[in-house]
């Protein structure tokens, strides 16, 4: 599903594209412009489906019912309907994500870079700097996941790292949570 608020990070990331190709493609013609940014941000909303996607067919294999997977502003949600039987279990359900978009990531800035692309968003092809800007933000998009803040994927995956650890869900989920919040904390300071 789609949640409303999808509907106004897609525009704003639309717009923010906009100006990031105009900036680094300046030889680009405004429609071109325009509509390679849709373009960018509807491939940049796939990728977040299958970030999603991933984390529910881990689920499914594991006997896991996922009853939808909805994105919204701050990205997407895969609803599983029950816990993780095992600290594994919640272990290869977590991580499953951020791998994804890591790969993701790294595929497209390889592809990129065959094409020209540089760090600095130049390319000499469309479809080079469609996919440096789509592998940056996907390898960006896994490091902040892996922060240890429950429940982002990394605060899930320390989750599952104390429970294997305290041989206790209830215990690890307290644990995981305070840290969440100390970095939650964090993030308002910084």
């Known amino acids: ?69 909805t994105l919204f502003a701050l990205g997407g949600i ?3 309907e029950k816990e993780a039987s095992s600290a594994r279990n919640e272990f290869l359900m977590a991580i499953v994500g951020p791998l994804t978009s890591l790969a993701i990531g790294f595929a497209a800035l390889g592809a990129a870079t065959a094409m020209g692309w540089s760090p600095a968003g130049r390319s000499d092809s469309i479809l080079g700097a469609v996919l440096g800007w789509l592998g940056s933000i996907n390898v960006l998009l896994a490091a902040f996941n892996v922060i240890p803040a429950f429940p982002l994927d990394g605060g899930r995956v320390l989750r599952a790292l104390l429970w294997a650890i305290y041989g206790s869900a209830g215990r690890a989920t307290r644990h995981a949570a305070v840290v969440g919040q100390v970095v939650s904390v964090g993030f308002i300071v910084l």
Do not use: N
Not at 15 to 30: D, G, I, K, N, Y
Not at 35 to 42: D, M, P, Q, R, Y
Not at 46 to 69: D, N, T
């Open 78 to 80: 895969a609803r599983i």
């Open 1 to 69: 599903g789609l949640h409303i608020s999808w509907i106004v990070i897609a525009a704003i990331i639309s717009l923010s594209l906009s100006a990031h190709f105009t900036a680094t493609q300046p030889e680009w013609v405004r429609s071109t412009v325009w509509g390679i940014a849709v373009l960018t941000a509807v491939l940049f909303f796939i990728s977040l489906l299958a970030h999603e996607l991933a984390h529910a067919l881990v689920a499914r294999a594991q006997g896991i019912p996922v009853h939808s997977i």
